[in-house]
Structures are given as structure tokens and as C-alpha cells.
């Protein structure tokens, strides 16, 4: 029920500040653009509709037939099984409803991983895998389970080992410095998945000793990572990261292949059933992806966001604090909504030199957003429509918590860094 009073409340905040613009644009002396509020809001949401199925689901369903295709194979050569053993004594803290030696274990391990090296492609179709294996595991099909919530926290969190997007964007924006940002979003990212994991738990009264004593491990491991990342140069890691995660990304591809070859697995016919399964998929999420993205379309041309921005650069001026993350306040507030619309308002940022550039306080705040938390609606609509989930229960406002703590410790720790 959250996420369908989101969904209206969109276009009924989007009807109500079109309107206002409307009266203000000729009774109040306002520009022509508000005059025009109707006939663009009508226009935003045939526009939106068309980049939700163009831009979002052609491409995704394409990466969905091409990595369900490696999923399948994955399966087959016995690797998501064994991902399941490695981390499961873990996981079955995190996920006590997931029977121990179920596959959904290593499809979620999988997709974990993937978002963890900045595979994005790969990371989807794994989500969407592991979401069908705790489908089959609930009990009510229409009510999300606390195994699906967490799932989602985890995703939301968007811990982020290795940035290859926004790396690859401050370097095209010819930044001095594209990897200054690395340490940054490597120490948010995992606060905010800490957050969510212990969250959660607490929530769904999971926590026990030796939960705690897992995530302290983790934080000690993150230790090590962070300090093995702070002795490198600069330009070190920048290699490492953009090289490093496009070369996983092929070696997960070339390893799948290798061992189904080995094992004497044919090969093209399993990944083709694997791809149909990405196309069967993609059909039924078509539907939840436009509707969601044509709601936040209606949000974002009526003004609702430019409202919203320019009251808390007023707040804050009023307040007397400093300001200079004001201008990262729009990746913040469109995180949540839209993968796309974040990283064009990032690259706004980026590439205008004159009032911001990569390497200013606001550029690499906003780098350290874009990289540092997940579209929590996105995720929702993608995962919980796959499967025909209706009733999300608290799945929306653990996501939008986990993305405000995730931006918050972004202009904490970026201040640490660049204040």
C-alpha cells in the first residue's frame, strides 16, 4: 500500500503545483513557463513514457537476455551453489527464513558481489534471480517477507567497492584528481550498508551475538581494504578501479564458459533457456518500470523538486550554516526516483566549470552521492514487480531511510575529506 499512495501522491502533487503555477503565471505576474505548466506536465508524461520503455527497458531487457543467459550457467557448472556454502554461514543470520543449502544464498552472494565491483549488469539480473528464489519461499505471494526486505535494504545501501561509473564520468569531465572521490564512497557506502543490515535486523528482531560479531568482522575487513586503497597514488587507483571491474566483468563471463566446456555442459543451449527466462522477465516488469517512471516524470516538471531544492538552500542560508553542498541537494533528492535523472544531474555539476567543475567541493560531493546509495523506487518496482508483490509493507521506508543516511554521511565524510 506505501508505494501506491507514492505513486499517487506524485501526480497529485504534480497536478496541485502545476495549478499553482498556472494561477501565479497569470494572475501573479509570473513568467510564461508557468502558464504553459499544463501543457508541459501532459507532454512530460508521453516524454517519460517513451525514455521509460526506450532508454530503461530496451536496454535492460538486453542485459537481462544477455546475463539471465551467464545466470544459467552459473546454476549448471555449480558456481551459485557454492558462492551459497562460502558466504551462507553469514547470510543465514541475515536471512533465517532461507532454508541452509538453498541457492537463493548464492543468487543473492552473486548479486551482492556484482554491485559490490560496480558490475551493474550483472547485478540486476542477479537481484532478479534471488528475488524469484525468496518468492518461492513466501508464504503469502502478494506480501513481501522479511527475506525480500533486506534484500531490498542491502540494495539500497548500493555498498560500492568499486566505482567504475562515476569514475569513468569525472575522468571524461577531465577531472585533475578522477579518483579522489575513491576513499569517500568507499567508507559511505559501507556505513550505509552497515546501517541497513543492523536496521533491519533490529526491525524484524533478527540481531543475535553472533550477527554483530559478522558485521564487526566485515567492518575489520573494510579496514584493511580502506588502508590497502590509502597507500596507493591516485592514479593507482583509478586503474585499479575502471581496469580492475571491467576485467571481472569479462573474467566472470570467460570462467562461466570455461568451466561449462570442462564439465561438458552445452553451452549455447543453456544460455539461450537463460536468456528466454531474461525476456519472460522483462515483460512482466515493463509494466511497473513505465508506470513508476512516468510518476516521477509528472514530480519532476511540474517544479516540485526545484521547490523543494531552492526551500532548503532558504533554510539553510537562514540557519547560517555553510552552504557549499547546496548545490549536491538535487542528486540527493533525485537519487531515490531516478538512476538516469541523478546521473544527468551529476554530470550538470561535472561539466559546468564555471560555477562547479569535478574537482569542486559540490562535483565531488556529488560524486560520492551518485555512487554511495541506489534508486530506491527503481529497485522496488524492478524487484517487487517481477515477482507480483503488492503489498511492499515497510520495504519503501526502510529504502528511503537507508538512502537518507547514505546521503547525510556523504556530506559528513565529504567534509572530513574536501571541507
Not at 294 to 301: D, H, N, S
Not at 359 to 365: C, E, H, I, K, Q
Request: aromatic fraction near 14%.
Amino acid at each position: 500500500m506505501t508505494l501506491n499512495y507514492i505513486w499517487v501522491g506524485f501526480f497529485v502533487v504534480g497536478f496541485f503545483v502545476a495549478l499553482f503555477r498556472t494561477i501565479y503565471g497569470y494572475f501573479g505576474g509570473g513568467a510564461e513557463a508557468d502558464q504553459m505548466i499544463f501543457e508541459a506536465v501532459a507532454k512530460g508524461t508521453l516524454d517519460y513514457a517513451k525514455i521509460a520503455f526506450v532508454n530503461v527497458a530496451l536496454p535492460l531487457c538486453g542485459i537481462l537476455t544477455l546475463w539471465m543467459g551467464f545466470m544459467r550457467l552459473a546454476e549448471k557448472i555449480g558456481a551459485i551453489a557454492l558462492l551459497g556454502k562460502v558466504i551462507g554461514p553469514f547470510f543465514r543470520h541475515l536471512f533465517p527464513e532461507i532454508p541452509e543449502g538453498h541457492h537463493a544464498h548464492g543468487q543473492i552472494m552473486f548479486n551482492f558481489s556484482a554491485n559490490m565491483l560496480g558490475l551493474s549488469n550483472a547485478a540486476t539480473p542477479a537481484g532478479l534471480k534471488a528475488m524469484e528464489s525468496l518468492q518461492s519461499l513466501n508464504a503469502d505471494k502478494e506480501r513481501a517477507s522479511n527475506s525480500m526486505i533486506m534484500f531490498l535494504a542491502i540494495n539500497t545501501a548500493g555498498f560500492t567497492l568499486i566505482p567504475v561509473t562515476i569514475l569513468g564520468l569525472r575522468a571524461a569531465a577531465n577531472s585533475q584528481g578522477p579518483a579522489d572521490v575513491f576513499i569517500p564512497i568507499l567508507l559511505t557506502s559501507f556505513f550505509t550498508m552497515l546501517f541497513a543490515m543492523t536496521y533491519v535486523s533490529f526491525r524484524q528482531r533478527i540481531f543475535s551475538r553472533a550477527l554483530g560479531t559478522w558485521l564487526l568482522s566485515a567492518a575489520s575487513l573494510m579496514f584493511l581494504v580502506y588502508w590497502i586503497f590509502r597507500i596507493m597514488s591516485p592514479d593507482l587507483r583509478t586503474t585499479v578501479s575502471i581496469v580492475g571491474g571491467n576485467a571481472v566483468l569479462l573474467g566472470i563471463m570467460a570462467l562461466f564458459v570455461g568451466v561449462a566446456l570442462f564439465k561438458k555442459i552445452n553451452v549455447y543451449s543453456e544460455f539461450i533457456e537463460g536468456a528466454k527466462e531474461g525476456f519472460a522477465t522483462m515483460v512482466r516488469i515493463v509494466p511497473y518500470l513505465v508506470g513508476m517512471i512516468v510518476a516521477i516524470g509528472v514530480f519532476r516538471t511540474c517544479g516540485a523538486l526545484t521547490y523543494i531544492t531552492d526551500g532548503l538552500t532558504t533554510f539553510f542560508t537562514w540557519l547560517g550554516t555553510d552552504t557549499g553542498f547546496i548545490p549536491a541537494i538535487p542528486v540527493a533528492l533525485m537519487k531515490p526516483l531516478s538512476g538516469g535523472g541523478t546521473e544527468g544531474l551529476v554530470n550538470e555539476i561535472l561539466l559546468n566549470k564555471e560555477l562547479y567543475g569535478p574537482d569542486s567541493f559540490a562535483g565531488r560531493l556529488a560524486s560520492v552521492m551518485y555512487a554511495s546509495a541506489d534508486t530506491t523506487f527503481y529497485i522496488v518496482a524492478l524487484y517487487f514487480g517481477s515477482v507480483g508483490v503488492k503489498n511492499t509493507r515497510y520495504a519503501v521506508g526502510t529504502g528511503l531511510l537507508v538512502d537518507f543516511i547514505g546521503i547525510t554521511t556523504a556530506i559528513f565524510i565529504s567534509y572530513l575529506f574536501f571541507g
